[in-house]
């Protein structure tokens, strides 16, 4: 876990710019493997090495593989992998359903501290472990009646004064 320890008048935890992005249509992918969400990206270009990046995701959608997930990435690499690994499949967020109907709420976030100036682009990666079929924003069969759920997905990116 980490913390952040912000001096009285330092400036230090100051949120100094925000990017976001909202994706508004569906995605789906049958395939194993890691692929990115298409068009659920944003880019944020740090004003200081010692900057942090507060990344916020909140999207909905169906996981029908019991072992894969949601991943967040930062140029095309993932942000963290969980510890103790060993033989598991690693992912950010995960949660597996076979309700044709339903649709599960999925949130990210995580405090990147990417000492850079450069231009950083963070995503949202699907991770498919057995040619099970993910879709993103939409319920399994995507039925046009009312109740199939159509939802949206945001990426929020705060710098903070480090």
């Not at 100036?117 to 879709?135: F, G, P, V």
Request: with cysteine.
């Amino acid at each position: 876990m980490a913390l952040i320890t912000l001096g009285a008048n330092s400036g230090k935890g100051k949120v100094l710019q925000v990017v976001s992005t909202t994706k508004l249509d569906t995605f789906s992918i049958s395939s194993t493997g890691i692929v990115a969400v298409p068009g659920f990206s944003l880019s944020i270009t740090p004003s200081s090495t010692s900057n942090k990046i507060f990344i916020t995701s909140n999207f909905c959608g169906r996981q029908g593989d019991y072992g894969g997930g949601w991943l967040l990435y930062r140029d095309g690499s993932s942000v963290a992998t969980p510890s103790s690994i060993g033989s598991r499949t690693g992912t950010h967020s995960s949660g597996y359903d076979t309700i044709n109907e339903a649709t599960a709420n999925f949130s990210l976030s995580y405090l990147d501290s990417p000492s850079s100036t450069s231009s950083l682009t963070y995503a949202i990666y699907i991770r498919a472990y057995s040619n099970t079929i993910y879709h993103f924003n939409r319920s399994r069969d995507d039925t046009d009646t009312g109740d199939r759920p159509r939802t949206i997905g945001t990426i929020t990116a705060y710098e903070i004064a480090g």
